[in-house]
């Protein structure tokens, strides 16, 4: 049956990777990001009919109240909501400006915490599924990314006491921690180099990442868990 699913971040990356598969299984997309030509354009590239781009920054809890409004009154209940707006500002936390540390706490963990909360409204008489997008490194730790990896492994304890607090309305929370995907976020990585030390030899495509979140917000019986999608890196990390 058609849902309507709401993508943070799906402008472009693994969102949009996410928002084209869910259009392509039949569902009516909202793309949202900071963006809104961007989120737009994406919305139109969608197979199908009916999607739509918003403008909201993650990070202020009105924005997302405002965006919730607006897409519950435009298309109605929310069934599976994607949270994978995020942003890196990678550095040794010696040297991390307390700017940057407030931007990635605010965008990565509080972003995910405001669009569940508001998403929920809605579920809450008809269920639905939530999918965040973590990462590798907030399960194993990397140097240069205390804060990032704080910011996702903190997502990861939301999803999980989430998952129990809403599984009796039949609303499953799940998370998905990728690796390194073929994106804007790496886009200053070596894929020759850093890739050697991934198991699989290659970073991975957002499809890919994509496939893994479809495949939680469909199973019926999942809930409280994390699927890493990472071609093996935790295994070396
Ligand atoms: P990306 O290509 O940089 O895309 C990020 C998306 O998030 C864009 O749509 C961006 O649009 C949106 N965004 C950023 N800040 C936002 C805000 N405050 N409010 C609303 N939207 C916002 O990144 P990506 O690689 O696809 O990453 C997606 C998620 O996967 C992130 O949470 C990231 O941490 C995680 N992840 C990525 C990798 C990787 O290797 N790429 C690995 C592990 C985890 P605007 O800029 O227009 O807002």
Same mark, same amino acid.
Not at 224 to 231: A, S
């Given at each position: 049956?058609?849902?309507l699913?709401?993508?943070? %971040?799906?402008?472009r990356?693994?969102g949009?990777?996410?928002?084209? #598969?869910?259009?392509?299984? =039949?569902h009516r997309?909202?793309?949202?990001?900071?963006? &809104?030509?961007?989120?737009q354009? +994406?919305?139109d590239?969608?197979?199908?009919?009916?999607? /739509?781009?918003?403008?909201?920054?993650?990070s202020?809890?009105?924005?997302v109240?405002?965006a919730?409004?607006?897409?519950t009154? +435009?298309?109605?209940?929310? *069934?599976?909501l994607?949270?994978?707006?995020? /942003?890196n500002?990678?550095?040794l936390l010696l040297?991390?400006?307390?700017?940057?540390m @407030?931007?990635?706490?605010h965008?990565?963990?509080?972003?995910?915490?405001?669009?569940?909360?508001a998403?929920?409204k809605?579920?809450?008489t008809? %269920?639905?599924? /939530?999918?965040?997008?973590?990462?590798?490194? !907030?399960?194993?730790?990397?140097t *240069?990314?205390?804060?990032?990896?704080?910011?996702?492994? !903190? #997502?990861? %304890?939301? +999803?999980?006491?989430l998952?129990?607090?809403?599984?009796?309305?039949? /609303?499953?929370?799940?998370?998905?921690?990728? =690796?390194?995907?073929?994106?804007d976020?790496?886009?200053?990585?070596?894929?020759?180099?850093?890739?050697r030390?991934?198991p699989?030899?290659r970073?991975?495509?957002?499809?890919?990442?994509a496939?893994?979140?479809l495949?939680?917000?469909?199973?019926?019986?999942?809930? =409280?868990?994390? &699927? #890493? @999608?990472? *071609?093996?890196?935790?295994?070396?990390?």
């Amino acid at each position: 049956m058609s849902k309507l699913g709401v993508v943070f %971040g799906g402008s472009r990356g693994i969102g949009c990777a996410v928002a084209r #598969l869910l259009a392509q299984r =039949g569902h009516r997309v909202v793309v949202v990001s900071r963006n &809104l030509e961007a989120a737009q354009a +994406t919305a139109d590239s969608l197979p199908g009919g009916e999607h /739509i781009g918003l403008s909201c920054d993650v990070s202020k809890e009105v924005e997302v109240q405002k965006a919730f409004e607006t897409i519950t009154k +435009t298309c109605g209940p929310v *069934g599976y909501l994607v949270n994978a707006a995020g /942003i890196n500002r990678d550095a040794l936390l010696l040297r991390s400006k307390y700017e940057d540390m @407030v931007s990635v706490l605010h965008t990565n963990l509080l972003g995910s915490m405001l669009t569940c909360r508001a998403a929920l409204k809605s579920m809450l008489t008809v %269920g639905g599924a /939530i999918v965040n997008i973590g990462s590798v490194v !907030g399960v194993k730790g990397n140097t *240069g990314q205390c804060v990032y990896s704080a910011s996702k492994a !903190g #997502l990861e %304890g939301f +999803t999980f006491s989430l998952a129990k607090e809403v599984a009796s309305r039949s /609303i499953r929370v799940n998370l998905v921690a990728p =690796g390194l995907i073929q994106t804007d976020m790496t886009a200053g990585l070596k894929e020759h180099e850093d890739g050697r030390k991934i198991p699989l030899g290659r970073f991975g495509k957002p499809e890919e990442v994509a496939l893994a979140v479809l495949f939680l917000l469909e199973s019926p019986y999942v809930t =409280g868990q994390v &699927l #890493l @999608v990472d *071609g093996g890196l935790q295994l070396v990390m």
